[in-house]
């Protein structure tokens, strides 16, 4: 039999084939589509003379069918992993690293581009064009095309270690987070958990073979609502330790040792390549274009947000010490006395809002926002095979009803699944020969299960996520480029989040709530006075919210712009660096670093900033829909043609500017977090 991953792709819209994968297919698949992306390449370098198109041009087509698998592959590896495929993940991974290393330090290669280059003032190219050019001249230079034999050999290995230390920092997390279970006998220890969650317990108990009892894992699902719920402190605290000492025990899953390793060969690599760290190298191709913009970017944002985070810890300290006489706040207490105070001052809870948010109304209610914004429609088909039963395939069609994307959604937490939310892409938008070849798209999300009683009811943050993941979602299924390299998502990583966080926004607007926002049994739309409630309590803790961000922010800074062999103990050094952020008493057991996945297994590297960074460009843009209207069509159009339909093609702030017709202004987000009074 044919490997299906080799053939032409016969499903609709030549969709992955997940109907026919086996694991057995990748291996033979990516080794073979190897061949096919090498054969590409020197047919490049057998052209006569170098030009934009036959080396350029050429350059970005080549290997696509390498692309596609490799996507297709390392989603899995994500979304629906096991043993054999995290396996095969060892193997495949370094076979690309070697492909890749093989492309970039092709000296012949370089040349054609760099002849090209140097000509580019006489080439008159598009913008698009000028931008491709420079991006893979930077390319090549930023991945050791001017290095010796020697130090491009030392470069190749340290890709090799780079690859695998990845891998082995999320498998360490993922198993760490499916070992742990803690299951209860007593319902009277269950005091303050709504019934909904109750009910989920127990589900997982069953599931894990103990029947009448209920179970609390580490997924995010489980893991928030008793901590933010649970009367019982002792459970709070266990649960706590257990998230917060992920792969940090000493034992075969820590990720110590990993860490070093990564911030060391980072570092190696940096220095080899010339730059004085791994953050230098990172930052010169993003908005903030170096580690002293970002430290004071950062720093500026701590002086605002210290003084009103220490007063919000203070309250709730205050708040529990009265209500239950509580002599000192620990970590585990605060969401809880967080909830409570918060229902206080606002009369506002989750469990109020959950049954307004049914996960089938709040998808309807994303495809109807972005189809009163970008005229876009969906369908579910269910010809487009999908890689987990949970997983639903839609059409999404422009407003004129053409075909313009492929967008699955997966919602639920799974063994094989990591944790948190994403958006992600099988394959991206490009043009060639006058064809547009438009994305498949999909977003991954660890949402509430539905119980046996009641469907998947969403909390109003799990709301704002799937408004974010989808924001990422409309960057990719909006494409609109001739270079795949250049479209989607495929932008500066502090730009990134830009349409991400201000799809946000419309969740706390009237207008919007009212095309999705109806109680499950009754149909009755959400009320005018809760809506002003979540939004009167939108800013709430915003200043602690605010320094959380800061300090991973800081931390990754920390592990990336400095000699990483000054760090010989990585509890220490993250107990030292987090020191002039922290809010709360330190625990001493407990770790953020050995499961930052962002900054060791992502790709936020140096990156972690660009969560604030983009917040600064979110609101500020918002602002003009709030001045124009949020459903205001022209403001809609500009914000899709500017923002979501350019990509990469120019460089951000050219395109931000060209939508808010000015660079963009601190005060908005300022006023929005109560960090400063409008």
Avoid at 143 to 161: C, F, P, V
Avoid at 320 to 329: I, M, S, T, V
Avoid at 651 to 674: N, Q
């Amino acid at each position: 039999m044919t490997n299906p991953l080799l053939a032409e792709f016969t499903s609709p819209f030549e969709t992955a084939p997940f109907n026919l994968l086996k694991n057995e297919y990748f291996l033979p698949a990516v080794k073979e589509a190897i061949q096919f992306a090498k054969s590409d390449i020197e047919k490049i370098k057998s052209e006569s003379l170098p030009t934009f198109e036959n080396t350029l041009e050429a350059l970005d087509r080549s290997g696509k069918k390498l692309s596609l698998i490799s996507a297709i592959f390392f989603n899995l590896n994500s979304a629906e992993t096991n043993d054999e495929i995290q396996k095969l993940a060892r193997e495949i991974s370094p076979l690309l690293t070697e492909y890749s290393n093989d492309i970039l330090l092709d000296q012949e290669l370089f040349q054609r581009v760099s002849s090209v280059f140097a000509d580019k003032e006489n080439l008159n190219l598009t913008s698009e064009q000028t931008t491709l050019l420079e991006k893979t001249y930077k390319s090549f230079v930023r991945n050791g095309a001017k290095l010796n034999k020697e130090d491009a050999s030392k470069l190749r290995k340290i890709d090799q270690e780079l690859a695998q230390l990845g891998l082995k920092f999320g498998e360490n997390v993922l198993a760490e987070t499916n070992k742990f279970v803690h299951f209860v006998d007593n319902e009277s220890e269950l005091e303050g958990l709504p019934d909904g969650i109750k009910e989920a317990a127990a589900q997982i108990a069953t599931e894990k073979g103990q029947a009448g009892k209920w179970a609390f894992t580490l997924d995010y699902p489980s893991y928030i609502p008793a901590m933010t719920y649970a009367k019982n402190r002792e459970l709070r605290r266990k649960l706590f330790i257990a998230y917060n000492t992920k792969s940090a025990k000493g034992d075969e899953l820590d990720n110590q040792d990993t860490i070093k390793n990564l911030i060391k060969l980072r570092h190696d690599r940096a220095k080899l390549l010339g730059y004085a760290s791994h953050a230098d190298f990172v930052l010169e191709e993003r908005m903030a274009k170096n580690p002293t913009i970002v430290l004071d970017f950062l720093e500026s944002l701590l002086k605002k947000a210290k003084p009103k985070a220490e007063k919000e810890v203070e309250e709730v300290s205050e708040f529990a010490r009265n209500l239950e006489g509580l002599d000192k706040l620990e970590r585990w207490d605060f969401a809880y006395y967080s909830e409570l105070l918060k229902k206080e001052k606002y009369s506002l809870d989750d469990e109020l809002l959950r049954p307004y948010f049914k996960l089938e109304n709040v998808i309807e209610g994303v495809f109807k926002t972005a189809g009163k914004l970008f005229g876009l429609t969906f369908q579910p088909n269910p010809e487009i095979p999908v890689y987990h039963p949970e997983v639903t395939a839609y059409e999404v069609k422009d407003r004129d009803g053409n075909h313009l994307s492929v967008f699955y959604a997966d919602f639920f937490p799974r063994p094989g699944k990591r944790n948190g939310a994403w958006m992600t892409s099988f394959r991206g938008q490009y043009t060639i020969n006058g064809h547009d070849n438009r994305p498949h798209i999909s977003i991954v999300c660890n949402f509430t299960k539905p119980t046996k009683s009641k469907p998947s009811l969403l909390t109003f943050n799990e709301v704002t996520t799937l408004f974010h993941e989808f924001g990422h979602a409309l960057h990719g299924m909006l494409a609109k480029g001739t270079y795949e390299s250049l479209t989607g998502t495929s932008v500066f990583w502090d730009f990134v989040e830009l349409p991400s966080q201000i799809f946000e926004n419309w969740c706390y607007e009237k207008e919007c709530l009212d095309l999705f926002a109806k109680h499950y049994l009754t149909d009755e739309k959400i009320p005018e006075e809760l809506v002003n409630k979540i939004k009167n309590a939108s800013n709430f803790q915003q200043g602690y919210m605010t320094m959380r961000q800061i300090s991973f922010a800081l931390l990754d800074m920390a592990y990336h712009s400095q000699d990483p062999s000054l760090i010989t103990n990585i509890r220490g050094f993250e107990e030292e660096i987090m020191s002039k952020t922290e809010l709360l008493p330190k625990v001493p057991q407990t770790m953020a670093s050995t499961s930052f996945s962002h900054i060791f297994q992502g790709g936020y590297s140096s990156g972690y900033y660009s969560y604030k960074w983009a917040e600064v460009l979110d609101a500020d843009a918002f602002e003009l829909f709030l001045e124009k209207g949020v459903f205001d069509q022209e403001t809609a159009n500009s914000f899709e043609k500017n923002i979501l339909s350019a990509g990469g093609k120019e460089h951000p702030s050219i395109l931000y500017k060209r939508f808010r017709g000015r660079d963009p202004k601190p005060e908005a987000l300022l006023k929005r977090s109560g960090l400063i009074i409008a």
